[in-house]
């Protein structure tokens, strides 16, 4: 079969253990795609929930996949086990997560001025 031609079978595990968008995908499948697919179809009723696809990490193998590269760019293949299903994780962090941090940093250096003159 031609690479671009074959299919992988994934699923995607969040944070909470549940999978989800399990399915054959073609090789030729962005990142960018996946996840706004798991945007599109992230359950209901979970207590942490992407607004948009750059809320989101897929991590295969140890290493994060970088939005602009292709299943297969990525070096995610079928067949690593006969019959087998990838699993990817999926990491959440919500744009509001990195504003509060932010915020945070700067009131803790608000705190930790000194007035002290050393003559």
């Known amino acids: 079969m031609a690479e671009g031609n074959e299919n992988v079978e994934l699923k995607f595990r969040i944070y909470d253990g549940t999978d989800i968008s399990h399915g054959?995908?073609?090789?030729?499948?962005?990142?960018?795609?996946?996840?706004?697919?798991?945007?599109?179809?992230?359950?209901?009723?979970?207590?942490?929930?992407?607004?948009?696809?750059?809320?989101?990490?897929?991590?295969?193998?140890?290493?994060?996949?970088?939005?602009?590269?292709?299943?297969?760019?990525?070096?995610?293949?079928d067949g690593a086990f006969a019959g087998g299903v990838i699993t990817m994780h999926v990491v959440i962090q919500p744009a509001l997560a990195k504003n509060k941090s932010a915020k945070k940093q700067d009131e803790t250096g608000k705190l930790n001025t000194c007035g002290c003159t050393i003559l």
């Not at 948009?52 to 297969?72: A, F, P, Q, R, Y």
């Open 24 to 77: 054959s995908y073609a090789s030729s499948t962005t990142v960018t795609a996946l996840k706004q697919k798991l945007v599109s179809e992230w359950p209901t009723g979970k207590s942490v929930v992407p607004k948009t696809m750059n809320d989101m990490k897929l991590i295969h193998s140890g290493k994060v996949l970088e939005n602009n590269k292709t299943l297969s760019e990525c070096g995610v293949r």
